[in-house]
């Protein structure tokens, strides 16, 4: 998907800053939380512009001290996980083919304990 598209969707859909949970507007900013551009091929980087792997984040200060951070990470997985369900954000993973994807993997069954999600901070 296009990602000016998907922001543009993603903002109608959730209008909820996904770190802090506070009222966003057009001006936040759209983060690959689970699995960046830098990971995959180029040829395969459109793929990762979608809604299980994109947060809407405010501009500051939620994305520029956290965006990058194992935080963000842990935050996200399960609020994610309770949007899309395990079984959609591991799909989403293997769709990608990846060569080491295992550690996206674990970032998404870490979050999860016998199917009983911790750490949700917003939804």
Known sequence: MNRTKLKIRLLYERKLCD????????SCDMHEWL???SAVPKRKQNKIFDPRNCSLLH????????GQTKAMKDVLAPIF???YGKAAM?????SL??????????????????GVMYNMRTI
């Open 19 to 26: 770190w802090c949970g506070g009222l966003i507007t057009d």
């Open 35 to 37: 699995i960046k551009r």
């Open 59 to 66: 501009h500051s200060p939620c994305h520029i001290e956290h």
């Open 81 to 83: 996980i309770y949007r």
């Open 90 to 94: 591991l799909d989403f993973i293997y």
């Open 97 to 114: 083919e990846l060569k080491s994807e295992m550690e996206y993997i674990m970032q998404i069954e870490s979050c999860t304990n016998g």
